[in-house]
């Protein structure tokens, strides 16, 4: 995949193709264990739901980690993240304890909402994090809301607001886009289209399928960018970022990307075929690419990398380890935190 501009077909004002990032060797390593982290604990995840330590629904983000490990290093403190119901890279992102996020997983009291929330329902206030939302579509407004708040208050922070090409297509959506072109909100909504939605292509379902020009009948700009290449993203975010915070308004990035899994854990995935995964795997995994930049560079070795992953692991099963033992919630927990 390639990053790709709307060239012509732009709104005004045009948003030119964004070059990939050069990355230093730090920001390669850095980016591999983020992306590495988020792999791992969500084929723990898996695991863990498969043996049934985890209920209700579960949507793991394995195949699209280049997405948010790149978005974020666009963000700086006060920036809030706000997206759908497949949200734990979105969590370990934002820098927030596995074992919190493990904990929510299994219903314990150490989760990150009193094992109350769930797999699709997490928050953090102490990082900016509004959440993992049930409801399709339902985060975008708001995510725009934030990004009301922020203009409203003078600062210069702008909310990260993720939802996929299944959303793309909800009428809150573009009540949103309406509202934040109009009062110049600085938002960056970014559509993680992983081609799928819950199980239906995204060609059968959208009658436009170039998710950036979502915003044109509002005079968004918007860019295509390839969302398994970290650096693709990272570029994009940065000037997004930079966009938002000039008080140029609201921004759109589609991210091209793919998921390897099923929609939720009870999805069979029957509608592609294996040999289509498999080719995405073997050609445009997004921790792949930085694995082979960084032996190809000589940078680092095979024994180096393997450490990383071994430490990576042990965080993650440290964190499976606490969610599996952390007590219940107590009964009383069922009338607190309720709006009445």
């Not at 208050?153 to 509202?179: K, L």
């Not at 081609?195 to 005079?219: Q, W």
């Not at 929609?263 to 040999?275: L, N, T, V």
Request: glycine content about 10%; aromatic content about 8%; some cysteine.
């Amino acid at each position: 995949m390639a990053v790709a501009s709307n060239g012509a077909s732009t709104p005004k004002p045009a948003v030119p193709t964004t070059p990939v990032a050069q990355f230093s060797l730090d920001e390669e390593l850095s980016a591999y264990k983020d992306m590495l982290l988020i792999r791992r604990f969500e084929e723990k995840a898996g695991q863990m739901y498969g043996m049934g330590l985890i209920g209700g629904f579960c949507h793991l983000y394995i195949g699209q980690e280049a997405v948010v490990t790149g978005m974020m290093r666009a963000a700086k403190p006060g920036d809030q993240t706000i997206t759908g119901y497949r949200d734990h890279g979105h969590m370990l992102a934002c820098g927030i304890d596995p074992k919190a996020v493990m904990a929510e997983l299994t219903g314990r009291r150490g989760g990150l909402s009193k094992g109350k929330g769930g797999s699709m329902h997490m928050f953090s206030r102490e990082k900016n994090f509004f959440g993992g939302h049930g409801i399709v579509g339902a985060q975008v407004p708001i995510g725009t809301g934030l990004a009301f708040a922020n203009r409203y208050r003078g600062n210069d922070n702008v909310s990260f607001t993720y939802f996929g090409d299944g959303a793309a297509n909800q009428g809150q959506v573009y009540e949103s886009f309406n509202m934040a072109e109009l009062w110049k909100l600085p938002v960056i909504y970014v559509i993680e289209n992983n081609l799928y939605a819950m199980g239906t292509s995204v060609k059968r379902s959208s009658a436009e399928v170039d998710l950036s020009k979502r915003g044109s009948s509002f005079n968004i700009p918007g860019e295509r960018v390839d969302g398994m290449d970290v650096r693709a993203v990272t570029a994009a975010a940065k000037h997004a970022a930079e966009w938002c915070r000039a008080g140029k308004g609201p921004i759109i990035l589609e991210m091209q990307t793919y998921r390897y899994r099923g929609h939720s854990m009870s999805d069979p995935a029957k509608y592609r075929s294996k040999e289509e995964v498999q080719k995405m795997r073997e050609e445009h995994d997004p921790i792949e690419q930085v694995r082979a930049r960084l032996l190809a560079n000589k940078s680092i070795d095979e024994a180096a990398l393997k450490e990383i992953d071994a430490s990576i692991r042990a965080v993650v099963a440290d964190a499976a380890e606490f969610a599996t033992h952390d007590l219940e919630p107590d009964p009383s927990e069922l009338f607190t935190d309720v709006l009445q």
